[in-house]
């Protein structure tokens, strides 16, 4: 059984409350829980809209069509009505959020105290949240007997609630930021964080350079940011580089250029990400695929970071970042020892004394040192699961992923003879690739224009991927699996 919910309304009529509070009261009954967040650069007005999907098995992603509309203003009807399945319904009228709180309580036949527990929780208004709820449960009269599920250990969090969790338990010190979406919530976050220093500058040139400077006098440092901001550090990042300044960073995708679509997803900065700064110099790039992967990145990173003294380059996007996952077993995290000293930093080449140089034999050396690390790095990679393999591992289809697409790849491929291969690690990147997709017909998913993934494959492999193979999705917003599933079909035809 599946079930998916939307709620939608403008901005400060508390769809958000409407679908947290639901999520929790199905994970406690044993379900599985997805849910995604679709809203405009408002603080109030427009539309925004959620998307939750629950059922008895595991579930990642949302689907095209609902089950349940809950509208909490007209424009919600129009836009998505015709989304609505043959049996859904609509919740609709001039009523507060918390009158349909109750009605869906009802619907889903949940007791009304487990709602009067969840009301308590806001601490504000309780009598008259509670007064409105009753209304809408007593009002309603349709009923969906849920199964009963087994128990099972399930913790329920978004991408950048990950990133928080890893990062304080790879022993962050100081996160610095200046507000911007999607990363802004890790500020917040951390900022609840005693032992943590989170500092808000006045921009990100500051923000990396601020990280910089931490880092060389022995914190644990970590910067975010979105692909914009991340512009601006990208000449810092080449210090970091030459000086051997151990710096995670946080790059939280959104569509650009520019501005782009500011509160919307998208996997356009994967180049970015590889090629930033200036000069020869090693750097990892991890892009993880749901919020339990996005913990172990970030301690990944912190491992890579201080071992090795080198930028660690966490790959995100809006669509992980603010999609809540349910996550079974605890992250797998490694400890990362503090590895900075205090010495002479310095952006020139330098001398075994650290004062600048510019003789010939002794940059030689230096650069000479630089490619030897790059191999002690990917050597040291190949400990980690760069890569994770789904579906029949013998099928000739070979989809191939990376980042938050993975949630929508996996609901996708039940009953389809198809290998689905996430990447992970994209520098360095894992060598064991080629003989996977080697001769296979490969499916290439990704939420860019340009198949960055499949360029990346054509540089490391010399494995060209086909166009008509490529399925790609720009729009800003993440793919369906019911929409991917439909896609992939045609293309192992």
């Given at each position: 059984?599946?079930y998916n919910?939307?709620?939608?309304?403008?901005?400060?009529?508390?769809?958000n409350?409407?679908?947290?509070?639901?999520?929790e009261?199905?994970?406690?009954?044993?379900?599985?829980?997805?849910?995604?967040?679709?809203?405009?650069?408002l603080?109030?007005?427009?539309?925004?809209?959620?998307v939750?999907?629950?059922?008895?098995k595991p579930v990642?992603?949302?689907?095209?069509?609902?089950?349940?509309?809950?509208?909490?203003d007209?424009?919600?009807?129009?836009l998505?009505?015709?989304?609505?399945?043959e049996?859904?319904?609509?919740l609709?009228?001039d009523?507060?959020?918390m009158y349909?709180?109750g009605?869906?309580?009802?619907?889903?036949n949940?007791?009304?105290?487990?709602?009067?527990?969840?009301l308590?929780?806001l601490?504000?208004k309780f009598e008259?949240n509670?007064?409105?709820?009753?209304?809408?449960?007593g009002d309603e009269?349709?009923?969906i007997?849920?199964?009963?599920?087994?128990e099972?250990?399930?913790?329920?969090?978004?991408?950048?609630?990950g990133?928080?969790?890893?990062?304080?338990?790879?022993?962050l010190?100081?996160?610095?930021?200046y507000?911007?979406?999607p990363?802004t919530?890790?500020l917040?976050?951390?900022a609840?964080v005693e032992?943590?220093?989170t500092?808000?500058?006045e921009?990100?040139?500051a923000?990396?350079?601020a990280?910089?400077?931490s880092?060389i006098?022995g914190?644990?440092?970590?910067i975010?940011?979105?692909g914009?901001g991340f512009d601006?550090?990208?000449?810092a990042?080449?210090?970091?580089?030459i000086?051997?300044?151990?710096?995670?960073i946080?790059?939280?995708q959104?569509p650009?250029?520019?501005?782009g679509?500011a509160?919307?997803?998208?996997q356009g900065d994967?180049?970015?990400?590889?090629?930033?700064?200036?000069?020869?110099?090693?750097r990892?790039v991890?892009?993880p695929?749901d919020?339990?992967?996005s913990?172990e990145?970030?301690n990944?990173?912190?491992?890579?970071?201080q071992k090795?003294?080198?930028?660690?380059i966490?790959l995100?996007d809006?669509?992980?970042a603010?999609s809540?996952?349910?996550?079974?077993?605890e992250?797998?995290?490694?400890?990362?020892?503090?590895?900075?000293?205090l010495?002479?930093?310095?952006?020139?080449?330098?001398?075994?004394?650290?004062?600048?140089t510019e003789d010939?034999?002794q940059?030689?050396?230096?650069?000479?040192a630089r490619?030897?690390k790059?191999?002690?790095?990917?050597?040291?990679?190949?400990?980690f699961?760069?890569?994770k393999i789904?579906?029949?591992?013998s099928?000739?289809?070979?989809?191939l992923?990376w980042?938050?697409?993975k949630?929508?790849?996996?609901?996708?491929?039940?009953?389809?003879d198809v290998?689905?291969l996430?990447?992970?690690w994209?520098?360095?990147f894992?060598?064991e690739?080629e003989?996977l997709?080697k001769?296979?017909?490969?499916?290439l998913?990704?939420?860019?224009s340009?198949a960055?993934?499949?360029g990346?494959?054509?540089?490391?492999t010399?494995?060209t991927?086909?166009d008509?193979?490529?399925?790609l999705r720009f729009?800003g917003?993440?793919f369906?699996s019911?929409?991917?599933k439909e896609e992939?079909?045609r293309?192992?035809?």
């Open positions: 059984m599946k919910i939307l709620f939608g309304g403008q901005a400060g009529q508390g769809p409350i409407l679908t947290s509070m639901l999520a009261a199905l994970i406690e009954r044993g379900f599985y829980v997805f849910y995604s967040r679709d809203y405009q650069s603080i109030r007005g427009g539309h925004n809209f959620n939750l999907t629950f059922s008895d990642m992603s949302n689907e095209s069509s609902y089950d349940l509309i809950v509208a909490l007209k424009n919600t009807e129009l998505h009505g015709k989304k609505l399945k049996n859904g319904k609509i609709k009228g009523y507060s959020n349909f709180a009605s869906i309580f009802k619907i889903f949940f007791e009304f105290k487990i709602l009067e527990k969840k308590k929780k601490e504000k008259e509670v007064k409105d709820a009753r209304k809408g449960y009269e349709l009923k007997n849920l199964p009963e599920i087994k099972n250990d399930k913790k329920f969090y978004n991408g950048n609630q990133i928080a969790n890893g990062a304080v338990n790879s022993g010190e100081v996160y610095y930021a507000p911007m979406t990363a919530p890790i917040d976050q951390l609840m032992k943590i220093k500092i808000e500058l921009n990100e040139i923000v990396i350079n990280g910089i400077g880092s006098v914190a644990k440092t970590m975010g940011t979105s914009g601006l550090m990208t000449e990042l080449s210090l970091t580089g000086a051997e300044i151990p710096l995670v946080y790059l939280s959104r650009g250029p520019a501005t679509v509160t919307y997803t998208g994967l180049n970015l990400a590889r090629h930033s700064g200036h000069g020869e110099f090693s990892i991890v892009a695929g919020a339990k992967e913990s990145a970030a990944q990173c912190f491992y890579f970071s090795f003294k080198i930028p660690a966490l995100g809006k669509h992980i603010e809540f996952y349910c996550s079974e077993g992250p797998i995290l490694i400890k990362s020892a503090k590895s900075t000293s010495r002479r930093f310095n952006s020139y080449e330098t001398d075994a004394q650290g004062c600048a010939a034999e940059i030689r050396k230096n650069v000479l490619l030897e790059r191999k002690i790095i990917i050597e040291e990679s190949k400990k699961e760069r890569i789904y579906g029949n591992k099928s000739q289809n070979i989809l992923f980042g938050s697409t949630g929508a790849v996996l609901d996708s491929i039940n009953g389809l290998c689905a996430q990447v992970i994209i520098e360095p894992a060598e690739v003989n997709i001769g296979k017909n490969i499916i998913i990704e939420n860019n340009t960055q993934l499949a990346l494959v054509k540089e490391k010399g494995i991927i086909e008509k193979n490529k399925i729009d917003r993440p369906l019911d929409e991917l992939i079909g293309r192992i035809k």
